[in-house]
């Protein structure tokens, strides 16, 4: 199993990026992806998970309305576009998948029920 991201950047407040998490080496379509970020100084902490078999998505209620979680399975390619991006928003972006069913439900969403984890793309947002 293979997560590799890209897309992180430095962005002005109110800014935009778009996050792509590309998967290899599994069946896609079975898996939950999720993504993920630790900021300096903090513990890791879910952001949003998808699961591209039926589009079951999930949100954390700190990003809720302004970031959008998609997949293209064709391309095995789970994407974060993040809309008006805060400074708090500032961290290491990571992608992980999990092969539980149904995880990505607020009751499930964690870094425990992920399997594999990509290595990061850094996200900063300047105020």
């Known amino acids: 199993v293979q997560l590799v991201e890209s897309g992180g950047g430095l962005v002005q407040a109110g800014g935009s990026l778009k996050l792509s998490c590309v998967a290899s080496?599994?069946?896609?379509?079975?898996?939950?992806i999720g993504w993920f970020r630790q900021a300096p100084g903090k513990e890791r902490e879910r952001v949003s998970c998808i699961t591209p078999f039926d589009d079951t998505t999930f949100y954390e209620e700190a990003v809720k309305g302004r970031f959008t979680i998609s997949s293209d399975n064709s391309k095995k390619t789970v994407y974060l576009r993040m809309n008006r991006l805060r400074p708090e928003d500032t961290a290491v972006y990571y992608c992980a998948a999990g092969v539980l069913p149904g995880v990505c439900v607020d009751t499930m969403f964690g870094a425990y029920a992920m399997n594999s984890w990509g290595k990061g793309t850094l996200v900063t947002v300047s105020s």
């Open positions: 080496g599994f069946t896609f379509e079975d898996y939950a």
